[in-house]
């Protein structure tokens, strides 16, 4: 079954290929190590990679002529995100402007006020998200409290999360993980860290699907992803 989207890409050179509608997942297995973990930990390089996307896909920022500060455009932006969240859950292909208009009750014209293209919108929820997850990641000192603001940073936009986990998409997620496991990526063997990372997602995904990422469920998750370690599984 084809996947949502393919965000291919090499994180060190920055290439990014569109195809369709949202970018086609990449499993993690078939990443190098450079490509599974990004070093991106400031919001500088973050808004760097914006850029080269927005170059890859020809976007044009100067099309953005509202004013992102006022109301009505804030209401037709969390529109536009929640119809993506829609269309990741339904495992939407080829979702076309027009579609996603009808859906979320909005005019064309209003959508492109934002976003060229389906593709670009989705692009650019995934990156403010990880921005987001990137200002407030620099504050964790201890190793649990970065656990904590991974679990909180989730259930704050578990639409986002239920919707890509419904699909078994875990893009963001490892995204978010190569900041929080920066010490694992850099002292274990690739295959071990894959597989630990993919432990973690487990546990993340349970939490979503039995608890519905429930605020007063963190602290368990917390303590759970706290026991897990990176092991040599001689493969």
Not at 105 to 127: M, P, W
Request: proline content about 1%; aromatic content about 10%.
């Amino acid at each position: 079954m084809s996947h949502l989207r393919a965000r291919s890409q090499s994180v060190g050179n920055s290439n990014f290929k569109s195809n369709g509608f949202l970018l086609e997942h990449i499993h993690s297995s078939d990443l190098t190590h450079e490509q599974h973990t990004p070093n991106i930990m400031t919001s500088e390089t973050i808004r760097n990679w914006e850029d080269d996307v927005s170059s890859t896909f020809g976007i044009t920022q100067h099309r953005k002529i509202a004013n992102p500060n006022d109301g009505r455009f804030s209401k037709s932006e969390s529109l536009i995100r929640r119809e993506l969240e829609n269309a990741l859950a339904r495992r939407r292909i080829g979702l076309k402007t027009a579609e996603l208009c009808r859906n979320a009750r909005i005019a064309g014209s209003t959508f492109y006020l934002h976003y060229q293209n389906c593709d670009e919108a989705l692009v650019q929820y995934e990156l403010a998200l990880e921005e987001e997850f990137v200002r407030i990641f620099s504050q964790a000192a201890k190793r649990d409290l970065a656990w904590m603001l991974l679990l909180t940073f989730i259930s704050r936009h578990r639409r986002y999360f239920n919707a890509t986990f419904t699909s078994r998409d875990f893009y963001l997620l490892t995204r978010l993980l190569s900041y929080v496991c920066e010490a694992e990526r850099l002292a274990a063997n690739l295959k071990s860290y894959v597989i630990y990372v993919g432990s973690i997602e487990m546990v993340i995904l349970c939490w979503g699907e039995h608890d519905k990422f429930a605020i007063e469920k963190i602290e368990r998750y917390q303590q759970k992803l706290m026991t897990l370690k990176v092991k040599d599984y001689g493969i």
